[in-house]
């Protein structure tokens, strides 16, 4: 069964900095995609920053030049640095992981980590 647990939340003032970890296990195949969703109250969830296997990453305009997405594959772990937060990033962030299995694409989905910021 494949499991993503997300860690790394809590409540921040404007301007400070946070550390989202992702741990994915279980049988994912190959991982094509690694990302980072959030979901505000309201809104809907929207792709913050993502990393194709092999490929180059990709920032909603909303963060870019203040968060950064890095991976470690070997270990199924995805990492979200979050820098200068402003309070409009506060929301529900989710780990997201697409796996190849038998031909066939699947996305995988954490239970996500609550981000506040304050101001």
């Known amino acids: 069964q494949v499991q993503l647990v997300e860690s790394g939340g809590g409540l921040v003032q404007a301007g400070g900095s946070l550390r989202l970890f992702c741990s994915a296990s279980g049988n994912i195949g190959s991982v094509t995609v690694m990302a980072w969703y959030r979901q505000a109250p309201g809104k809907q969830r929207e792709l913050v920053a993502t990393?194709?296997?092999?490929?180059?990453?990709h920032y909603a305009d909303s963060v870019k030049g203040r968060f950064t997405i890095s991976t470690d594959n070997a270990k199924n772990m995805v990492y979200l640095q979050m820098n200068s937060l402003k309070p409009e990033d506060t929301a529900r962030y989710f780990c997201?992981?697409?796996?190849?299995?038998?031909?066939?694409?699947?996305?995988?989905w954490g239970q996500g980590t609550q981000v506040t910021v304050s101001s």
């Open positions: 997201n992981v697409r796996g190849r299995r038998f031909g066939a694409l699947r996305d995988y």
């Open positions: 990393v194709p296997s092999g490929g180059s990453t």
